[in-house]
C-alpha cells in the first residue's frame, strides 16, 4: 500500500516535472503536501533526490537551446543581410536623426544576436524577423522608384509610405515610420546612373545631329538631281534640234520671241565671259536719269513693273524685258519658275520688290552701277512682240552717294549696247526741260550720226505744253531740226499724270484725253503718227522684227564658222581629250574621286599600329623625359625614384592623356591619308586636270572627319590599365622593355649632342673641312663646356646617375676660372650647359645600366638583383610601352573598321559640295584646256538654238504667204 502512495505521487511529480521542461523560463516547482498517515521523512527524503536530479538536467536544456536559439539567430540575421537592398546609405531616405537611430538600433541588435543569451536573443529574433518583412514591403513600395529614377510629387510619396506603414510593423516599432512621412525626397542618382545617363543623352543629340545632316545632304542630292535632270533634257532637246528631220518635224513649245530672248541671254553670258561680237538686234532704251524711260518700257509692257525712286538712280543694271503675246498677263524671271500675276497687286509688289533686290545684289562691294544682266519675261494680250533693254540713265554729276566711276561707267556701259551694228536706239528726251540740258541726245549722235536705227521719243509732253511759251520749239524737236541728231521717227507720248498710284489703264486714258483735246496736235505742231505709246510699240516692233529678219541667218553663219575655229583649235592643242566643260568634268570626276581615293584607302597594305606608335612616341618622347624621367633621377633614392615615376606617370593620365593619344592618332590617319592619295595611280586615263579637285576634296574631308567619342573611353581604360600595370610577366617581355628603354636612351643622346653642338658651334674638321665660322657666344659656350667637362671628373660618380643642379660655389668657382682666361660668361648659360652635360652622362650610365639590365630578368623576379644594379627604369618604359602598343593596336582597329568607313562619308559630302560652289569649280578646273571647251560648248548651244530660231521664223513665213495665197 505504501508502495502505491509513493508510486502515484512519483507520477505526479513527474507530470510536474515534465510541465517546467516545457516553460524553461518560469520555472516553478511545487511540493505537496505530505498525505495524512504516511512517513513524511521517506517521502522527503526521496523527493529532495528527485528533484536534483531533475534540476541537473534543466540546466543542460537550458544551456543547449540558449546555443542553438544563438546560432539560429544569427544564421537569420545573415539572410536578413542578404535580403537587404543594395542602398547606400539611410540619409538619401531619411532624415539624419532617423538614420543615426537605426545605426544605433541595428548595432544594438547585432550585439544582442551575437551574444545570444536567454530573453533576449528572443527579443530579438522576434523584432528582427518582423524588420524583415517590414523592409520588403518597403522594397516593394519603393523599389520601382529608386530603381528607374520614376519621380513622384510630394502627395504621393507620402501615401506609398503611409501605406507601408500600416501594413509594416505595428506603432511603437524599432523603425519609426512616422518621420518617414516627413521626408520623400528623391534619391540622389549614383555616379554610374549619372554617366549612363549623360552617355544616352550624347548618344540622342548625336542621332538627332546626324538626321539633320543626312537631311541637308538628301535636299542637297535632290536639288542636284533636279539641275542634272534639267540638264539632261536640254541636252536631248539639242540632240534633236540637231537633227534636220527631226528639226522638220518637231514643233517648238517656245514662240520665236521666247526662243530668241533665250539666245541673247545665252549671249550676254558667252560675251561676258570672253568678249566676242554679239550682233543680234534688240532694242536699247537710252535717256537722261529721270527722263522717262522706265515709264515708256512700262507704257509699253502695259504693266508698272519696276521700282520707282524719289528722283534718286533706281535702274542700276541692264533689265532685258522680252514681250510677247499671251492669253494671261504674267511675268517671270528667266531663272525662276515662279509667275506673277500683273494683275493681282500683291504679285506686282513683289515683282517690284524683287528686281530692287536683284539689282542691289548686283552692286555689292562699294559699285553703284553693275554690268549684270536681269532677265525678265512679260507676257499678256495685245503685246507687241520685241526685246528690249533698259539701261541706267545718263547722269551730268557724280554725287557723294555714287562710286567715283559711276559716270564714265554708265557711258561706257550705254555705249557697249548701242555699238551693236542691229541694236535699234530707243532715245528718250525728257520734254518739260530745256533741250539744252540734255546729255544722252549727243551719245546717241555720236554712236549713230546717221540716225539709220535711232527712234526719238519726246516724254511728258503734256507738261510740255503747258510749260514751254513756243511751240515751235517742240515742232523743231519732233523734225529733228533742233538737236544735232537724226533718227528714223519722232514720237510724242504722255507717261503719266506724275501720280505714283496710277494704274496702266488710268495712264492710257489720260494719254488718250490729252491727244484728244491738245492744242498742238490741232495746230500740227505734231502729226497724229508720232503720238501715243501704242502707235511707238507698233512702229518699234515692226522695225525690230524687220532688223532681226534681216541678221539673224548672218549672225548664225558668223557663230559657224567661230565654232569651225573652235574645233579646229580644240583639235590641234588637245586631241586626246574629248571638250568637256567644268559640269562635266565636275559630274566625271566625282566619280573618279571616290574609285581612285576609297580603292587606294582600301587596297593599300598600311601598318596602323606602326605609323601610329612611332606618332606617339615622337609626341610623347620629350614630356617623358623632361617631366618623369629625368624628374624621377633626381632622387637620392631607388624607392623615391619609383614613388615619383608613379605621381608623374598619374599627373600625366590626369592631363588628359586619352585625348593626346587620340589626337595623336588622328593626325596620323590623315598623314597616311595624304601620303596614300598622293601615290595612289588612277584607274583608267592618266587626267592631271583632276588632280586639283582630288586634292581639294580629300583635304576638306579630312579636315572635316572626326572620330567617334566612343573610342576616348576605351583610350582612357587602356592608358589608365597600362600605366598603373607595373609588373613584367615573361623574359620576352623584359627584353622588349629593355630594347625599347635602349633605343629611347640612343634617341635622346643624339639630341642632347646636337644641342650641345649647336651651343658650342663647330669642331675642328668641320670650321676646316666645310669652311664654318664659330660665332662669338659659341666660343664662350665652348669654354664654358670644358670648364663643366673638369667639374664632372672632379665630382666623379658621386651623384651619379642622379641628376643634380650645379651649386653656387662651383658656378663661382667655373666663372672665376673663365676669368683668368678673359671669358665672361653669364650663370644662365653655365646652368644650361650643365644641364645637357649631366644629362648626356646620365643617359649614357642608363645605357650601361641596359645592358646590364639585359639578362637580369630572373634575377629581379626573384628579388635577388644586386645592389649595385638599377633596373627600376625597365619598369618605367616598360609601362610607357605597353601603353604606346596598346593604345596603337586600338586606334588602328578604329581606323580598320569605322574610321575609314566615315571619311569615305566625308569625301562624299566633299565632293557635293564643290559641286555647288561655282566659285570653286573655276578654280579647280581652270586653264585653256577648259576655258576654250566651255567656250565650244556655249557657241554650239547659240548656234543650235539660233538655226532652230531661223528654221521657226522661215515656217512662220510659209504659213503667212500659204494664207495670202502666195506660192511658197
Known amino acids: 500500500m505504501k508502495r502505491e502512495i509513493i508510486n502515484s505521487r512519483n507520477v505526479r511529480r513527474y507530470h510536474a516535472l515534465s510541465h517546467a521542461k516545457r516553460q524553461p523560463c518560469t520555472l ?113 513600395s519603393l523599389g520601382s522608384q529608386i530603381r528607374n529614377g520614376i519621380t513622384e510629387g510630394p502627395s504621393t510619396a507620402v501615401a506609398n509610405i503611409s501605406d507601408t506603414e500600416t501594413e509594416g510593423p505595428e506603432r511603437g516599432s524599432i523603425f519609426p515610420l512616422a518621420v518617414l512621412a516627413n521626408t520623400a525626397p528623391v534619391p540622389k542618382e549614383t555616379i554610374e546612373e549619372r554617366r549612363k545617363r549623360a552617355e544616352q543623352e550624347r548618344q540622342l543629340r548625336e542621332m538627332e545631329d546626324e538626321l539633320r545632316r543626312l537631311h541637308s545632304a538628301g535636299q542637297l542630292a ?38 530668241y530672248s533665250e539666245i541673247l541671254d545665252l549671249l550676254s553670258t558667252y560675251d561676258s565671259n570672253f568678249n566676242t561680237q554679239d550682233h543680234l538686234p534688240r532694242i536699247v532704251v537710252v535717256g537722261d536719269q529721270s527722263a522717262g524711260k522706265t515709264s515708256v518700257l512700262e507704257m509699253i509692257a502695259q504693266a508698272r513693273i519696276f521700282p520707282r525712286g524719289a528722283g534718286e538712280m533706281m535702274t542700276r543694271a541692264p533689265v532685258q524685258v522680252t514681250l510677247s503675246d499671251g492669253p494671261d498677263r504674267i511675268a517671270r524671271f528667266r531663272d525662276s519658275s515662279r509667275d506673277y500675276d500683273l494683275d493681282n497687286e500683291r504679285d506686282l509688289v513683289d515683282l517690284r520688290r524683287e528686281i530692287e533686290q536683284r539689282m542691289r545684289a548686283s552692286v555689292r562691294g562699294g559699285r553703284t552701277v553693275s554690268k549684270d544682266v536681269i532677265s525678265l519675261s512679260v507676257k499678256g494680250p495685245g503685246l507687241s512682240r520685241m526685246v528690249l533693254v533698259d539701261l541706267p540713265g545718263i547722269i551730268a554729276t557724280v554725287t557723294a552717294e555714287m562710286a567715283s566711276d559711276t559716270k564714265d561707267t554708265i557711258y561706257s556701259l550705254s555705249k557697249s549696247y548701242m555699238k551693236n551694228p542691229n541694236a535699234i536706239i530707243l532715245c528718250i528726251q525728257d520734254g518739260s526741260i530745256d533741250a539744252e540740258r540734255s546729255n544722252v541726245t549727243d551719245l546717241v549722235s555720236s554712236i549713230d550720226p546717221d540716225g539709220a536705227r535711232t527712234i526719238f521719243v519726246l516724254t511728258k509732253i503734256d507738261v510740255a505744253e503747258k510749260s514751254v511759251m513756243n511751240p515751235e520749239r517742240i515742232k523743231k524737236i519732233l523734225e529733228g531740226r533742233l538737236f544735232p541728231m537724226r533718227a528714223l521717227g519722232y514720237f510724242a507720248v504722255v507717261t503719266g499724270r506724275g501720280n505714283v498710284s496710277d494704274s496702266i489703264e488710268d495712264i492710257q486714258a489720260y494719254e488718250q484725253d490729252y491727244f484728244k483735246n491738245s492744242a498742238l496736235l490741232k495746230k500740227g505742231v505734231f502729226k497724229p503718227y508720232q503720238t501715243t505709246t501704242k502707235n511707238l510699240s507698233h512702229a518699234v516692233s515692226e522695225r525690230f522684227w524687220k532688223m532681226v529678219r534681216d541678221t539673224v541667218e548672218a549672225q548664225s553663219l558668223q557663230l559657224k564658222a567661230q565654232r569651225f575655229n573652235l574645233e579646229a583649235e580644240w583639235k590641234n592643242h588637245f586631241p586626246k581629250y574629248r571638250p568637256m566643260d567644268r559640269k562635266e568634268l565636275y559630274e566625271r570626276s566625282r566619280v573618279k574621286i571616290m574609285d581612285d581615293v576609297m580603292s587606294a584607302c582600301l587596297s593599300t597594305n598600311v601598318n596602323w599600329v606602326r605609323n601610329i606608335e612611332e606618332s606617339l612616341w615622337r609626341r610623347f618622347s620629350p614630356y617623358l623625359f623632361d617631366n618623369v624621367y629625368f624628374t624621377a633621377a633626381a632622387a637620392e633614392t631607388r624607392p623615391m625614384f619609383n614613388t615619383i615615376i608613379d605621381i608623374k606617370l598619374r599627373e600625366w593620365k590626369e592631363k588628359n592623356l586619352e585625348h593626346m593619344c587620340l589626337t595623336v592618332g588622328s593626325d596620323a590617319m590623315k598623314l597616311e591619308m595624304r601620303n596614300i592619295v598622293a601615290k595612289a595611280p588612277s584607274e583608267g586615263e592618266q587626267d592631271p586636270i583632276y588632280d586639283a579637285v582630288k586634292k581639294a576634296a580629300v583635304e576638306m574631308a579630312l579636315d572635316r572627319h572626326k572620330w567617334e567619342r566612343q573610342a576616348v573611353d576605351r583610350l582612357r581604360t587602356l592608358v589608365t590599365n597600362a600605366l598603373d600595370d607595373n609588373s613584367i610577366a615573361s623574359s620576352l617581355m623584359w627584353d622588349h622593355a629593355v630594347e625599347f628603354w635602349q633605343t629611347a636612351l640612343s634617341e635622346k643622346l643624339a639630341e642632347l649632342r646636337g644641342r650641345l653642338k649647336e651651343e658650342t658651334g663647330p669642331g675642328f674638321t668641320e670650321k676646316w673641312a666645310m669652311w664654318k665660322s664659330v660665332k662669338p657666344e659659341q666660343k664662350i659656350a665652348s669654354e664654358a663646356l670644358i670648364e663643366l667637362e673638369k667639374l664632372q671628373k672632379s665630382i666623379g660618380d658621386k651623384k651619379a646617375p642622379f641628376l643634380f643642379d650645379l651649386s653656387p660655389d662651383d658656378l663661382n668657382a667655373v666663372k672665376k676660372n673663365l676669368e683668368l682666361k678673359k671669358v665672361v660668361v653669364e650663370a644662365d648659360m653655365v646652368q644650361r650647359l650643365w644641364s645637357l652635360l649631366r644629362r648626356q652622362n646620365f643617359l649614357k650610365d ?50 580598320d573598321e569605322s574610321e575609314i568607313r566615315r571619311f569615305e562619308r566625308e569625301l562624299k559630302r566633299a565632293v557635293n559640295d564643290i559641286g555647288q560652289d561655282k566659285e570653286g569649280l573655276q578654280t579647280y578646273f581652270a586653264g585653256k584646256r577648259v576655258e576654250l571647251a566651255e567656250k565650244l560648248k556655249q557657241v554650239r548651244q547659240i548656234q543650235t538654238k539660233l538655226d532652230l530660231f531661223v528654221a521657226t521664223l522661215s515656217d512662220e513665213e510659209k504659213t503667212k504667204r500659204a494664207k495670202l495665197g502666195f506660192a511658197v
Open 846 to 895: 642608363s645605357m650601361k645600366r641596359a645592358d646590364a639590365c639585359r639578362n637580369s630578368f630572373y634575377y629581379f623576379k626573384k628579388g635577388s638583383l644586386d645592389e649595385d644594379m638599377n633596373c627600376d627604369d625597365v619598369l618605367l618604359f616598360s609601362r610607357v610601352r605597353r601603353m604606346i602598343s596598346q593604345t596603337s593596336r586600338s586606334l588602328a582597329q578604329q581606323i
Open 28 to 140: 516553478i516547482l511545487r511540493v505537496p503536501r505530505p498525505l495524512v498517515g504516511t512517513p513524511v521523512m521517506g517521502v522527503r527524503y526521496f523527493g529532495i533526490g528527485l528533484l536534483a536530479r531533475q534540476l541537473l538536467k534543466v540546466r543542460y536544456w537550458i544551456l543547449g537551446g540558449s546555443v542553438a536559439g544563438g546560432v539560429a539567430l544569427k544564421d537569420k540575421y545573415n539572410n536578413l543581410k542578404q535580403q537587404l537592398p543594395d542602398i547606400p546609405d539611410f540619409t538619401q531616405f531619411f532624415p539624419e536623426a532617423t538614420a543615426d537611430e537605426l545605426h544605433q538600433m541595428w548595432d544594438r541588435i547585432k550585439e544582442r544576436a551575437e551574444s545570444g543569451s536567454g530573453t533576449l536573443a528572443g527579443f530579438a529574433h522576434d523584432r528582427l524577423n518582423r524588420a524583415n518583412t517590414w523592409l520588403l514591403d518597403l522594397e516593394k
Open 222 to 259: 535632290i536639288d542636284r538631281l533636279e539641275a542634272e535632270n534639267r540638264e539632261l533634257r536640254d541636252t536631248l532637246n539639242n540632240i534633236r534640234d540637231a537633227s534636220p528631220e527631226s528639226r522638220a518635224v518637231r514643233s517648238s513649245s517656245q514662240s520665236p520671241i521666247e526662243m
